[in-house]
C-alpha cells in the first residue's frame, strides 16, 4: 500500500516550520531523521511519569522505569528479528556499537598477519576503528572495491577470503552515500565458509527496510536510533555465544556482579557492555518509534523511498552539469538495489555551493564527504551534495529539489 | 545561511578572480587545503625591501566562498606589514568581503588565503 506521506508529516511537528517562509524540504534524513510526536511523546512521559534510574531500586518508579526500558529492549530485539533481546546492547550510537566489537572483540582476536576485510564503500565509523586496529596489531586492512555503478565488487572477496587469514568481514548494510544495497547475505555466506566473522554496518539500512539479521546472516550489527524517528541512541545486537565470550569494553557501574578489592566479575549479557547509566528515556523513545515505523509497515517504506529514489534519479538526469556517484556502467547483471539516498555532483560548482543555495529554497541536503573520503577518492571527487529521503519525502520534493538545482546553475553557472 | 551570500560582488570574484596564478621567484609559495571540503589553494607572494606584501597570486578550487575570499584577499594585502598579516582573523575576512557574515560551516572556506599566507611566510622564514 502506498504510504500517505502528508498523514505522515503531519505525525512531525517539523514540517510546521517554515524556512525563509518556505515550506522545509528535509533531504538529509541519511544524517538525522526528524521526530515524530509518538517519539517526543514517549520520552516526556517517560520524564513526567515513570523517571528512575534503571535496575537499582525498589521502589515502584524504578521499577516501571525498568520494565519500560527492557520493554523497549524486547521490540527493538523484534524489530530485527534479534532470536533474544538480551543480544540487544544499547549504546551512544552505531559507531559505538563498531567500537565495542573492535575494542572488545577484535582486540582478543585479531592478531599480526591476519587480514580485515571491509568495503570502499563504508562509513568512517565502520572503516577507521578497523583501519586503527590493524595498525595496532600489524594485521593487513582489505578492501573490497566498488565499481563504477556503485556496486560491490563481489568477485574480489573469494580471492582475499582464499588464504584463511581473514578473520572478519565489516560491511554496510547501505551505502550512505550511494543509497545501494550490497549482496551482504552472499557477503556473509562468503566469509562464514572461510571461517570469517561478519560485522555489518546497519545504520543506514535498518531505518527504512526490513532487516532481519538471523536471514542476513549477521554475527554484529550496530545502528543508531536517531536515523529512525528515534532519539540519539545506539544500538549493537551481537550473536549470544560471541558477547558472552567478549571482555566488557567500558567498566563501572551495572556490568559488573561482584567487586572486590583486586578483581571484579562481570553481569550477563547485555548489561555487561551496558557500564553507568544508560539513556533511559531515549532508549524508551527508540521503543516508541521502532512502534511508530511497524504501525507504517517496513516493506511499504522501502518500497516507497525506491520509487522517490527511481523518480530522482530520472528527475536529476535532465539536469545538465549533474553527475550521479556510482551512476556508471555497473559489472553485475542484476543490478544491485538503490534506496534512500543519491549522492551527486554538478560541473564547476562546489557541493557547498549547492547545499547553501539550495538552503534559500527550504531544501535541506548534506554537502562533504558524508563520512567517506575513501569512496569519494575511488570516484576522484573531493566532495559531493546528498540528498536522502525517508517517509515524510515524497516525488513533490524532489520536484522541489530539481528547481532549486536550476536556480544554482543560474546563479553559479556562467 | 542568508540568499545575499551569493551577492554580485563575490560572484564576480569566483568567476573573474584577481591575480590568478603564479609568481615568480616568490618567496612566500605553499599549498594548502581544507580536506573536509576539497577546498584547496596555490598561493605565491613576493615581498619588498621592507618586508611589506608587495606582490601575491593564487590559483585553486574551491567553492564561492574559499575563491572569492582568495580573490579579495591578493588585492587586500598588498603593502601590509608580516605584523599586519599576523594580526588579521575572520574579522577582517569578513569585512574585506564586504560585511559578509558566514555561518559557521564557511568560516574555514574564508578564512584558508588567510591561513595559507600565515603558514606561508612562516615557511618562508618570515616572522608571523
Known amino acids: ?414 | 545561511m542568508s540568499s545575499d551570500l551569493y551577492r554580485e560582488q563575490l560572484l564576480d570574484h569566483y568567476h573573474n578572480p584577481e591575480n590568478f596564478g603564479v609568481l615568480d621567484n616568490a618567496q612566500v609559495d605553499i599549498e594548502m587545503d581544507n580536506p573536509t571540503c576539497g577546498d584547496m589553494i596555490h598561493l605565491t607572494a613576493r615581498l619588498d625591501g621592507a618586508g611589506r606584501i608587495a606582490e601575491v597570486m593564487f590559483e585553486g578550487q574551491g567553492c564561492v566562498i574559499s575563491m572569492a575570499s582568495a580573490s579579495m584577499f591578493t588585492e587586500h594585502v598588498k603593502g601590509k606589514t608580516l605584523e599586519e598579516i599576523a594580526a588579521m582573523g575572520l574579522d577582517d575576512i569578513q569585512e574585506m568581503m564586504g560585511g559578509v557574515k558566514l555561518s559557521m560551516g564557511r568560516v574555514k572556506c574564508a578564512l584558508l588565503p588567510l591561513s595559507a599566507m600565515k603558514e606561508g611566510l612562516k615557511e618562508s622564514g618570515g616572522v608571523v
Open chain 1, 1 to 414: 500500500m502506498p504510504l500517505d506521506v502528508a498523514a505522515i508529516r503531519h505525525e512531525f511537528p517539523i514540517f510546521e516550520r517554515k524556512i525563509h517562509g518556505k515550506r522545509l524540504v528535509f533531504l538529509d534524513s541519511a544524517a538525522s531523521s526528524q521526530k515524530p510526536r509518538a517519539v517526543i511523546g514517549a520520552m516526556m512521559h517517560a520524564y513526567m511519569h515513570n523517571y528512575a534510574n534503571v535496575h537499582r531500586g525498589l521502589y515502584t518508579l524504578a521499577e516501571e522505569a525498568t520494565a519500560a526500558y527492557e520493554d523497549a529492549r524486547g521490540k527493538i530485539a523484534r524489530f530485527i528479528n534479534a532470536p533474544d533481546p538480551a543480544e540487544i546492547v544499547n549504546v551512544r550510537n552505531a559507531t559505538e556499537g563498531l567500537n565495542l566489537v573492535v575494542y572488545s572483540w577484535g582486540e582478543t582476536h585479531i592478531h599480526a598477519g591476519d587480514r580485515i576485510i571491509i568495503t570502499e564503500m563504508e562509513h568512517h565509523a565502520n572503516l577507521v576503528p578497523w583501519q586503527q586496529l590493524a595498525l595496532r596489531k600489524g594485521a593487513e586492512l582489505a578492501y573490497i572495491p566498488v565499481n563504477d555503478g556503485g556496486e560491490l565488487e563481489l568477485d574480489a572477496l573469494p580471492p582475499l577470503l582464499a588464504d584463511g587469514r581473514a578473520k572478519v568481514v565489516a560491511c554496510s548494510v547501505m551505502s550512505n552515500v550511494l543509497g545501494v544495497l550490497p549482496p551482504v547475505k552472499q557477503v556473509a555466506e562468503m566469509a562464514h565458509a572461510a571461517g570469517a566473522l561478519v560485522v555489518m554496518d546497519g545504520a543506514q539500512a535498518v531505518p527504512h527496510q526490513p532487516v532481519d539479521v538471523q536471514a542476513l546472516g549477521a554475527d554484529f550489527m550496530a545502528f543508531s536510533g536517531h536515523k529512525m524517528c528515534g532519539p540519539g541512541v545506539g544500538i549493537l545486537w551481537g550473536r549470544r555465544e560471541l558477547l558472552e565470550a567478549m571482555p566488557p569494553f567500558l567498566y563501572g557501574g551495572d556490568m559488573i556482579r561482584t567487586v572486590k578489592r583486586d578483581h571484579a566479575k562481570w553481569n550477563d549479557v547485555p548489561y555487561k557492555f551496558e557500564a553507568g547509566t544508560p539513556a533511559i528515556a531515549e532508549v524508551i523513545g527508540l521503543g516508541a518509534a521502532v512502534d511508530f515505523l511497524n504501525a507504517i509497515g517496513m516493506e511499504a517504506i522501502h518500497a516507497h523511498e525506491q520509487e522517490v529514489v527511481a523518480y530522482a534519479l530520472a528527475r536529476l538526469a535532465e539536469l545538465p552539469r549533474v553527475h550521479v556517484l556510482g551512476a556508471g556502467e555497473g559489472a553485475h547483471s542484476n543490478p544491485q538495489e538503490r534506496s534512500g539516498a543519491v549522492a551527486f555532483w554538478m560541473d564547476g560548482i562546489h557541493p557547498h555551493d549547492i547545499a547553501a543555495i539550495l538552503d534559500t529554497e527550504a531544501v535541506c541536503v548534506r554537502a562533504g564527504h558524508h563520512c567517506a573520503q575513501p569512496l569519494h577518492d575511488r570516484f576522484g571527487i573531493p566532495a559531493s551534495a546528498r540528498a536522502s529521503f525517508y517517509i515524510y519525502n515524497d516525488k513533490d520534493d524532489v520536484d522541489v529539489l530539481v528547481e532549486a538545482l536550476h536556480k544554482v546553475v543560474k546563479i553559479l553557472g556562467r
